[in-house]
């Protein structure tokens, strides 16, 4: 098992108090120790040659510079970001209820970047795919033969809110690493307090469609640990039309919710936060016949968990690589083919992670099965052939339903059970401890050590 993996698995388990002999027997029962990368280096090579431009290093932007550095033979690669630090996005949850430590989900950018590969440290403002350059704010314009876009995605203000006022009456967002640290102070405030407590998605797509529930679930089963559930009342706002659209979980999903006792509101769409007096403004949308109705209405709440909209980063629309360059269209993506993931219109351009159009959830999960698809469509493209790998839409969400229990969701395109986590043994349909230990103790370090060096 790779060095850093080991290492971290062990200095958890010493953490949480479990036995770490224990563990693996049972990750190894359920198939999972199969997942870990392992130092295979070379399974792929090319020697096609082309200078190399990839926009963002987050969990896409890396783990491509990483794979695109191994199997080519003569690489020659820039990767622009102007972060200090690579964050464990996923890990957010666990930082806004109390399993992780905030220092926990991060390391330096500059020990992340792949080895070879030139890190500038600046932000792109401007694309011009027909000139193949790219411009960014301290460093000038770049040039390229072959462009990565991984600038994930922008998360912008909801009416009464911006990030700074994060956390202002009791208002919080686990989709900011700030966020998340006062998320976990404000719930268990909430808890001993008691109150309404208004958890919301949103109408865009956005990261982990998974995250707003999983901290609602875990926000009650707070309340139950402390033995003060009954003071609490709980509501769910969706924008969607259902909870959950992937057939195979959402009946136990629902069926939660119902044993809970928390109300799903759907068709619910947030309007604005008036954190002065605790208030939602919600619009509800139903359709009658052709036509759509927005009947606004306001809730009240003591603690509000609400999901921010998201859209592709501004700059990505007004180079002209989106459906659409209307900055007032929210449902703005940079377009790729969904299966190849090259970009529609400039082929020497590849794009995958958040920022993409591929009708699919927005996680790491996904990403981990994109890479090396997308890496060895972009060397055929060097090398002046058909890009012919395809992705079938896999996505992952691991649905944290209690301290202890995961729903560990995963499927493709059609919306189908797609199985990589050999939890052979177990009824995936339903929460499983395995998949929490999956979640808790493997997941992360999976992230760190294997997908961002280009090996899982
Ligand atoms: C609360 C939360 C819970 C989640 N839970 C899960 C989960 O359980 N499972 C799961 O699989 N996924 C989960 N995710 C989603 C997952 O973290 C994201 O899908 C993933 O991180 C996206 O990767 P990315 O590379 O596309 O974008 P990011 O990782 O966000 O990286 C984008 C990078 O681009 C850089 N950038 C931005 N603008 C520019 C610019 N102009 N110029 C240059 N660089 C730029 C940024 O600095 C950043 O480094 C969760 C996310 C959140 C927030």
């Known amino acids: ?18 036995d770490r002999r224990h563990f693996l027997k049972a990750m190894a029962a359920a198939g999972v120790l199969t997942l870990l990368p392992s130092n295979d280096a070379k ?38 970001d102007p972060s200090d630090r690579q964050f464990y996005q996923p890990g957010f949850t666990l930082i806004a209820s109390g399993v992780y430590t905030p220092d926990e989900v991060w390391k330096e950018q500059k020990n992340c970047i792949p080895k070879g590969v030139k890190w500038v440290k600046d932000s792109v403002k401007a694309i011009d795919p027909v000139m193949n ?10 040039s390229y033969d072959f462009l990565v876009l991984t600038p994930g995605l922008q998360i912008n203000n909801i009416e009464g809110i911006t990030r700074e006022t994060l956390g202002e009456g009791n208002a919080h967002t686990i989709y900011d690493f700030e966020g998340a640290q006062k998320t976990w102070k404000a719930m268990q405030e909430f808890v001993r307090k008691g109150g309404r407590g208004i958890f919301t998605d949103t109408f865009t797509k956005h990261k982990c469609g998974g995250a707003p529930k999983k901290i609602c679930l875990l926000t009650e089963h707070q309340a139950r640990k402390q033995k003060k559930r009954e003071n609490l009342q709980l ?13 195979l979980y959402t009946p136990r999903l629902l069926e939660i919710y119902k044993e809970r006792n928390i109300p799903i509101n759907l068709l619910t769409r947030v309007k604005g936060i008036d954190t002065l007096s605790k208030t939602v403004h919600f619009e509800k949308i139903e359709t009658v016949g052709e036509e759509k109705r927005y009947t606004p209405f306001t809730e009240s709440y003591d603690f509000l968990h609400f999901t921010p909209p998201m859209t592709a980063p501004d700059f990505t629309r007004e180079s002209s690589l989106c459906n659409t360059d209307d900055m007032s269209e929210p449902q703005a993506w940079i377009t790729v083919d969904k299966h190849t993931m090259v970009h529609t219109k400039y082929s020497n351009i590849v794009s995958l992670g958040d920022c993409a159009n591929m009708p699919t959830s927005k996680t790491s999960a996904a990403i981990r099965k994109q890479v090396p698809l997308a ?24 649905i944290v339903t209690d301290y202890g229990h995961v729903l560990l969701c995963e499927f493709d395109y059609d919306k189908k059970q797609d199985s990589t986590f050999p939890f052979s043994l177990l009824d995936v349909s339903k929460e499983q401890w395995a998949a929490w230990l999956l979640k808790v103790y493997i997941l992360k370090p999976l992230y760190f050590y294997g997908m961002l060096n280009g090996r899982a």
């Open 133 to 142: 350059q790219v411009s960014t704010n301290k460093n000038g314009s770049l």
């Open 235 to 247: 509501d769910f706002f969706t924008a969607s039309k259902q909870l959950y659209d992937v057939p």
């Open 43 to 80: 399974a792929f090579s090319s020697k096609a040659k082309g200078k190399i431009v990839v926009v963002g290093g987050g969990a896409a932007g890396i783990s491509m510079a990483a794979r695109l550095q191994r199997w080519l033979d003569e690489p020659d690669i820039t990767l622009i």
């Open 375 to 398: 890496a060895k469509n972009l060397i055929s493209l060097m090398e002046g052939k058909e890009p012919v790998e395809k992705y079938n839409g896999y996505a992952a969400c691991p």
């Open 1 to 18: 098992m790779i060095n850093g993996i080991d290492s971290q698995m062990t200095s958890s388990f010493a953490k949480m108090g479990i």
